[in-house]
C-alpha cells in the first residue's frame, strides 16, 4: 500500500531447499543478481528461527530497495518490521491482514478467478497464482494451470499476478507472456551452483519478456 514494487523477479528464499546452504548468503547472492523481492519461505522452522532469520534479512533488503515479504505468519511480518506478508486459503483471511496492518504488502494466493477476485477486494496488492508449471518446491500444489490458467487470472483483477510454480529459465518468458508481472522463483536459483548468476540470467530474460509484451 502506497510502495511502489518491480514484481518481476520475486525471489522464494524456502529454506525446505536450503541443504546445508548458508540463507544469508543465497539471499546476498539473489539480491546481487538482481531479486527484486525477497519472500522468507520457512514452513519447517519455528517461529523463534524465522523471526530471527527475518532480522537478519531485513538489512540486506533495505540495503537494495527490495521488498522482505513474509510467509503465512502477519504476526512475524509485523513483529520484524518487513513490508509485507504472503498468504494462502488456509491462512489469516486477508480481509483480517488487511485490517491488522493498513500499510502492509499483502500478497495471496488464490483458488480460482472468484477467490482470486474475493482476494484483491479484501485488500490483496497482489497474487501469487500458479503452479504455473510443474514444481518441486511445492508437492501439493496442484496440476499445473500453464499460460492459458495464468492469463484467465490476469484478465480477472485488476491487481499484479506473479506467476508461481515451475518457474526458470524455460519458463519464465512464458509466464510474462501470457500477462504475469513477474515470476516467483525458489529452486532455479537456490540450488544453482552460482545463484547470483541464476539470477542475473533470469532477471535478463524477465526483462526482455516484459519489454517485447510492451
Do not use: C
Request: a negative charge.
Amino acid at each position: 500500500m502506497g510502495l511502489t514494487v518491480d514484481w518481476s523477479l520475486y525471489v522464494l528464499l524456502d529454506t525446505g531447499l536450503l541443504g546445508e546452504r548458508d540463507p544469508l548468503a543465497l539471499a546476498e547472492a539473489a539480491l546481487a543478481g538482481g531479486a527484486t523481492v525477497l519472500q522468507l519461505r520457512a514452513k519447517d522452522w519455528t517461529i523463534r528461527r524465522q523471526v530471527a532469520l527475518a532480522q537478519a534479512l531485513l538489512p540486506l533488503t533495505r540495503a537494495r530497495g527490495v521488498p522482505l515479504i513474509i510467509n503465512d505468519h502477519v504476526d512475524v511480518a509485523l513483529a520484524v518490521g518487513a513490508d509485507g506478508v504472503h498468504l494462502g486459503v488456509d491462512d489469516l483471511p486477508v480481509a483480517l491482514a488487511r485490517r491488522l496492518w493498513p500499510a502492509g504488502l499483502i500478497g495471496y494466493s488464490p483458488e480460482g478467478v472468484a477467490d482470486a477476485r474475493r482476494g484483491v477486494a479484501d485488500g490483496a496488492d497482489y497474487l501469487g497464482v500458479g503452479p504455473f508449471a510443474a514444481t518441486r518446491t511445492k508437492p501439493d500444489a496442484g496440476a499445473p494451470i500453464g499460460a492459458a490458467g495464468l492469463a484467465e487470472i490476469v484478465r480477472a483483477v485488476p491487481a499484479p499476478v506473479v506467476a508461481v510454480g515451475g518457474l526458470d529459465e524455460q519458463t519464465a518468458p512464458a509466464a510474462i507472456a501470457a500477462g504475469a508481472a513477474g515470476v516467483a522463483v525458489g529452486s532455479a536459483i537456490l540450488t544453482a551452483a552460482d545463484p547470483a548468476a541464476a539470477t542475473r540470467r533470469l532477471h535478463a530474460l524477465v526483462a526482455q519478456a516484459l519489454a517485447a509484451r510492451a
